[in-house]
């Protein structure tokens, strides 16, 4: 198994932008669906990693616990599908109904936003306050 560390966004850095589409829904997802929002919570996931699937189940209370209090949260899956089929759309959309996800499961086909956010690997974590979106 081959480790990579996460990286991070300078302190203050604006949440980037993204348009992705819901695996369950099938809603396209922006930084707008938050603006409500009094903060953010980016989390790059995916189906197949060991690590997500440790902490999979908290990050569903996470959701159920702090999507009732205002905080945004989106998880992403930015794997792609030559290196890594089991993480395609549908295996998504079972794990995000198997664990009932409260929050949108997109899936970044092309990698941009992951690169943007410079996610690295899976779980990675981004959290913008109110004034960062």
Do not use: W
Not at 30 to 36: H, I, K, R, S, W
Not at 49 to 75: N, T
Not at 106 to 133: H, I
């Amino acid at each position: 198994m081959v480790m990579v560390e996460s990286t991070m966004l300078p302190l203050g850095t604006t949440a980037p932008a993204f348009s992705l589409p819901d695996v369950v829904s099938g809603d396209t997802i922006t930084l707008d669906t938050f603006a409500d929002s009094q903060g953010l919570l980016v989390m790059f996931i995916c189906q197949h990693c060991p690590f997500v699937k440790h902490v999979q189940e908290e990050l569903a209370r996470i959701g159920k616990d702090y999507g009732p209090k205002g905080v945004g949260i989106v998880a992403i899956s930015a794997n792609s599908l030559q290196t890594h089929p089991q993480d395609g759309p549908d295996n998504l959309k079972a794990q995000a109904e198997d664990l009932g996800f409260t929050f949108p499961y997109c899936f970044d086909e092309t990698q941009d936003t992951a690169k943007r956010y410079t996610a690295a690997c899976t779980p990675d974590f981004f959290v913008f306050d109110q004034g960062s979106r």
